[in-house]
């Protein structure tokens, strides 16, 4: 029997709603407790070992100059190091900071402002340390989640789809909901992940994971402002959890020209 | 009488093979001697040069991988491969006596027997050397219809010539050899540059009476075949084996499309004349 | 012949109250009867169990990008054209098991789909273009030396009824593809929908057997005469239209013309298109494991050549832009097939206009590259 790889869980500024994803994996979760050894994972135990790890599955954004610091470490203890969830990939819904003003954020959220250190932006993973795999969505899926752990098993390299949400509407037979009602969707600009949840009932796509390959958002957003969809509510809709995406961010900053050039 | 065609068959039944033996070539590069596990397909399989067999590792996936050998007295099919994806780690990792599934074999075949008593040229890069063994060795045992038999073979360096061990054997059964590398290595007396060069050098040369076989990087075989044709060959008279996403290997899946072709169904072996205006296409 | 026993191949009359006795029919003898039904605001295709499930009184307006449902004035049960489903769906599943593999003492036991339990459909209501479109997609699975388990076990016991349209759609161009609007091969029967009830025309043995139980009487003159005129109703309605004369080589001969990167410009690479297409055949095989890796199944899903990583190959991606993805689509589809199928791709049904989210119409672009091309 081969060594169980290692995998440790670490949360940054995020809900844990990622993190209970691993532990909704009912089913699954005995065997992968067996497959794996997780020597780190606050949200399920106490056990609390040092590195180094083969897996760090690392969620929320960095928003602190403490976190900022902590995520260096958890970087050099790590081999493979996944992030998982919205904030961790993308900076999360926290992210909205980024297009106000820190001091006045502050001020309006806290007592005491003069006790809170925080950065002035929250920002993904990837811009403090190279990352190895990106998990997306909010929260991430636990299909593409066993996929991962199925990988580290196998000592492969994970594999998820990046086509649109589009495709998974068409696979289960879902009504497109831009066609057939008008309603404004980010699926044809959202990687796939969740299943096509939202248009099965009839409602648009909110983009949870984030932008897909080549995306092209400005096609989109002229289409929905054509239909009747007013700017504003384009730029609200593109500023959800994946606000700080780079291709998100570009078009709502795009289509919203009177806002502060964000940080 | 009633003579009614074979039903078509079902392309997803694959056929157990174990590993029998790895033989490392180059670096990065192994042939996997894989027999069938049942004797009846052992004795039913048979295959022609050029053509593929998908090989299956169940949880990883496919490959497409170019028959590059038959090993007549173990009764194992050769497969010469190259480790870069998951399938082909995985089967790196099998070791001998490891078990897989195959499927095929699949594709066109390289022309070989079509032109009796005509020169044929092999150019082949790298490791698209595989794909043209079997049609080497066939040229080889059927000397004796055939005119003369040179394959010129261009590699990075001496260090990554693929099969060099088989060289001088079949230079003594006949085959003129040129190789040369893009880079040399101290030691190294051999020609240096592109194996285009080797076409334009090549002598004698009966453009007439010739047929030009080549695989290899894309863009190394659309010099070749320029080369051939400043040489006075026509473009009926040089194939090529092409490559792309295979993935049902009969044409259902889409995938392998280049142009109007299925590379995996009409090809991968192709005339030049049939494909050279999407080989020059950009993005097709 | 006689009255009262009219000849098998003669036209049969349908009256509209017995519409459900063809349905309970077909029903009787094992099929899945599947048809037209509304969901989520469109007429899309499911299992129908009675004749009440049809969208009877309902009809579809369509414009590139934009479809919606609207009450007939009348009671017609077949009173639109097509909608975001195709059949596809039931001969090619969106989702499909091609083979399952079981880790064992001796290694690995894969076993092949057989199609053996294919389940037995009655398209209800499939329209020329849709007969057209199955006829293209059974080349494409039913070749000589391969065809596909599932596809193959699936239509051989498919009954088509068919319904003859009564009126066009602005994105219908079948006409002009020369696949409709009316049905004349590939059905068992075909139905034209008249005021009172439906003239029926049995396309073989196997439609005749069931229409034979349903005792009819042979449609009178009139009624064949309505027939006709509702059926020239859908012709005479048609106002797009794809010019086919050269249309092959106009496309393989422009793969840099300006308009595809025009054309990528709008284009959201998203395969809206494609998996609306009652033609389209892309797929991938992915691995489904349990997490020891000791079951495997290999599950084949719809795939898009609008994907990105679709032409992935030797680590890179071949088509590494939406221009040369929607290119490859488009000349696929009209030029292309032809040279690997010996027809167009396109049946002229128009689905992938409307359902395209940002209104991309294939006779538009076309119609740029042959306008400056000529």
Not at chain 1, 83 to 97: K, M, N, P
């Amino acid at each position: 029997m081969t060594k169980r790889p290692s995998v440790a869980v670490f949360k940054f500024a995020s809900c844990d709603g990622c993190q209970l994803t691993l532990l909704d994996c009912e089913d699954e979760l005995l065997a992968l407790g067996e497959k794996l050894d997780i020597p780190y994972f606050l949200e399920a135990t106490d056990r609390r070992e040092p590195g180094p790890y083969d897996v760090a599955l690392v969620e929320g954004s960095i928003t602190t100059p403490h976190d900022a610091r902590r995520i260096l470490e958890v970087r050099q203890q790590t081999k493979f190091l996944v992030t998982i969830g919205a904030c961790a990939t993308a900076g999360g819904i926290q992210a909205l900071r980024n297009w106000a003003d820190h001091a006045d954020v502050l001020n309006a959220v806290y007592a005491s402002p003069q006790y809170i250190a925080s950065l002035a932006t929250s920002t993904a993973i990837a811009d403090h340390v190279p990352v190895d795999f990106e998990l997306r969505g909010c929260p991430i899926d636990k299909r593409q989640l066993l996929e991962v752990v199925r990988a580290l098993i196998a000592g492969r390299r994970p594999k998820t789809p990046s086509h649109s949400v589009c495709l998974d509407c068409k696979r289960r037979g879902t009504v497109c909901v831009v066609v057939a009602r008008g309603v404004p969707c980010l699926g044809p600009v959202t990687q796939s992940g969740c299943g096509a949840i939202c248009p099965a009932y009839d409602r648009g796509c909110y983009g949870c994971f984030g932008p897909s390959v080549q995306p092209n958002l400005i096609s989109l957003t002229t289409q929905f402002q054509r239909q009747g969809t007013a700017r504003p509510d384009l730029v609200r809709g593109l500023r959800l959890f994946n606000a700080y995406a780079p291709e998100f961010r570009r078009e709502c900053d795009r289509l919203d020209p009177a806002t502060e050039e964000p940080r | 009488m009633n003579f009614s065609a074979p039903p078509p068959l079902n392309p997803w039944t694959t056929h157990s093979v174990e590993v029998v033996d790895v033989v490392p070539e180059i670096l990065g590069v192994a042939t996997y001697q894989l027999r069938f596990t049942d004797p009846l397909v052992r004795a039913a399989y048979s295959c022609v040069p050029g053509q593929f067999n998908m090989l299956y590792l169940p949880g990883v996936g496919e490959a497409a991988v170019s028959v590059s050998g038959h090993d007549v007295a173990g009764d194992a099919w050769l497969h010469t491969v190259r480790t870069a994806g998951g399938v082909t780690q995985t089967l790196a990792g099998l070791g001998i006596g490891g078990n897989l599934a195959l499927r095929g074999p699949f594709g066109t075949s390289w022309p070989v027997e079509r032109f009796p008593g005509s020169d044929i040229v092999f150019v082949a890069g790298g490791i698209g050397l595989a794909p043209l063994r079997p049609a080497v060795e066939w040229a080889l045992d059927h000397g004796d219809r055939l005119g003369r038999i040179t394959l010129l073979y261009g590699a990075r360096s001496p260090g990554t010539v693929l099969f060099a061990s088989q060289f001088d054997a079949w230079r003594d059964r006949g085959l003129c050899i040129d190789v040369t590398v893009d880079r040399s290595d101290p030691g190294w007396l051999g020609r240096v540059g592109v194996v285009t060069l080797l076409v334009d050098r090549l002598r004698p040369l009966a453009p007439e009476n010739t047929i030009l076989l080549t695989c290899g990087p894309e863009v190394m075989m659309r010099y070749v075949a320029r080369a051939a044709l400043d040489r006075g060959l026509s473009a009926e008279q040089i194939w090529v084996s092409l490559e792309r996403n295979m993935q049902c290997a009969v044409g259902f899946c889409g995938h392998c499309q280049l142009g109007p072709a299925f590379i995996c169904k009409d090809g991968p072996v192709f005339p030049y004349d049939r494909m050279a205006p999407y080989l020059n296409t950009e993005d097709l | 012949m006689t009255s009262g026993s009219p000849g098998l191949d003669q036209p049969l009359f349908l009256p509209r109250e017995r519409l459900g006795a063809l349905i309970s029919e077909l029903q009787s003898r094992g099929y899945i009867v599947v048809g037209p039904v509304i969901r989520q605001a469109a007429i899309v295709y499911d299992e129908l169990y009675t004749v009440d499930d049809l969208p009877r009184g309902w009809t579809d307006l369509q414009e590139a990008g934009t479809y919606r449902l609207e009450r007939r004035a009348d009671e017609q049960y077949f009173g639109y054209v097509v909608g975001p489903h195709s059949w596809k769906q039931f001969l090619f599943p969106p989702v499909a098991t091609v083979a399952t593999a079981v880790a064992t003492e001796a290694g690995w036991n894969v076993t092949a789909a057989d199609g053996r339990d294919a389940p037995q459909f009655a398209f209800f209501g499939m329209r020329a273009c849709e007969l057209a479109a199955v006829a293209v997609q059974d080349r494409v699975f039913i070749q000589k030396d391969y065809a596909d388990p599932i596809y193959k076990a699936r239509r051989d016991k498919a009954f088509f009824v068919a319904v003859n349209c009564t009126q066009a759609a602005p994105t219908c161009f079948c006409a002009s593809m020369n696949t409709g609007p009316r049905c004349t091969v590939g059905f068992d029967l075909a139905l034209t929908e008249i005021d009172d009830g439906f003239v029926v025309e049995i396309g073989g043995e196997r439609g005749r057997n069931v229409i034979v139980a349903l005792g009819l009487a042979a449609a009178t003159n009139d009624a064949l005469r309505d027939a006709e005129a509702a059926r020239r109703r859908a012709a005479d309605g048609q106002t797009r239209s794809m010019p086919t004369e050269g249309l092959r080589d106009l496309l393989v001969g422009n793969p840099n013309h300006p308009r595809w990167t025009e054309v990528a410009e709008r284009c959201l690479s998203c395969t809206n298109c494609t998996q609306v297409c009652p033609t389209c055949f892309c797929s991938s095989v992915r691995e489904v494991t349990d997490l020891d890796v000791r079951q495997v199944e290999r599950r084949r899903e719809w795939d898009s050549c609008f994907n990105f990583d679709f032409s992935y190959m030797n680590g890179g991606v071949v088509r590494n832009s939406v221009r040369s993805r929607y290119r490859q689509w488009l000349t696929h589809k009209l030029a292309t097939w032809h040279d690997q199928f010996g027809e167009s791709g396109c049946v002229g049904c128009g689905r992938c206009i409307t359902w395209c989210p940002v209104e991309i119409d294939l006779t538009a672009e076309v119609a740029a590259i042959r306008g400056d091309v000529s």
